[in-house]
């Protein structure tokens, strides 16, 4: 089956600690979208890749870090200059701009 | 101007009622305008979308209807049922590959 697949489920952070979120597609969408999701807010964008190889900051990009090394895959870091890193992660992706775009099921990310 | 306001917060609709759920956005150049449907611990899944080309989208028992002029556009949910309880989020794009959320509304459908 096509799809997104955004790994772990639930991750937990350090204090000063980075860490990685995985997103990966089978879909062959070029395009591809980190975003993140408090209570009461929606749905904010942290950073979007039209292509590989290439990436364009977001709304909130600060304190994160992606790549785009292959086109299936854009992995999302959480650097410990994120002072309030405990979200919901979504993952989405779309065959290319102005497409629908197709989530995961999300990484909650929290704070030990 | 690159908002979109979304309301109601929440909404509580009798089984077999109809859901409205309403959206306003200032920026002209959005062009795409789709709403998702989130279920607790899951993505957000698209529901139906709609362009400003067209007043209204029927898929189902959901309905887009789109006022250009006004600068709005509502989802109305058909004959809800339970199933149906969810967040519902809408959307609205220009042609720079960015989606602008609402801030969404928690839907419960009681029996």
């Known amino acids: 089956d096509g799809g997104i697949t955004q790994s772990p489920k639930y991750l937990f952070r350090k204090e000063g600690q980075n860490v990685t979120l995985s997103c990966e597609q089978n879909?062959?969408?070029?395009?591809m979208y980190w975003y993140r999701q408090d209570p009461g807010q929606g749905l904010r964008l942290i950073y979007y890749?039209?292509?590989?190889?290439?990436?364009q900051k977001g709304d909130i990009a600060e304190g994160y870090s992606v790549s785009r090394e292959k086109k299936e895959s854009f992995p999302l870091t959480v650097t410990s200059a994120q002072k309030n890193p405990t979200a919901f992660y979504l993952c989405?992706?779309?065959?290319?701009?102005?497409?629908?775009?197709?989530f995961g099921d999300g990484t909650r990310l929290s704070i030990l | 101007q690159q908002q979109v306001k979304q309301s109601p917060q929440s909404l509580i609709v009798q089984k077999g009622g109809i859901s409205i759920i309403n959206c306003a956005y200032e920026n002209t150049a959005f062009d795409y305008f789709p709403w998702y449907q989130q279920f607790p611990g899951k993505g957000p899944a698209l529901l139906i979308a709609i362009r400003p080309d067209v007043s209204e989208k029927k898929e189902g028992r959901f309905t887009i209807s789109f006022n250009k002029s006004a600068k709005q556009f509502s989802l109305h949910i058909m004959d809800s049922q339970p199933g149906d309880s969810a967040t519902y989020f809408c959307?609205?794009?220009?042609?720079?590959?960015?989606?602008?959320f609402g801030t969404g509304t928690r839907l419960q459908v009681f029996p």
């Open positions: 879909l062959n969408h070029d395009a």
């Open positions: 890749s039209q292509i590989v190889n290439d990436f």
């Open positions: 959307a609205a794009s220009d042609r720079t590959d960015k989606l602008i």
């Open positions: 989405a992706s779309s065959r290319n701009s102005n497409q629908p775009q197709h």
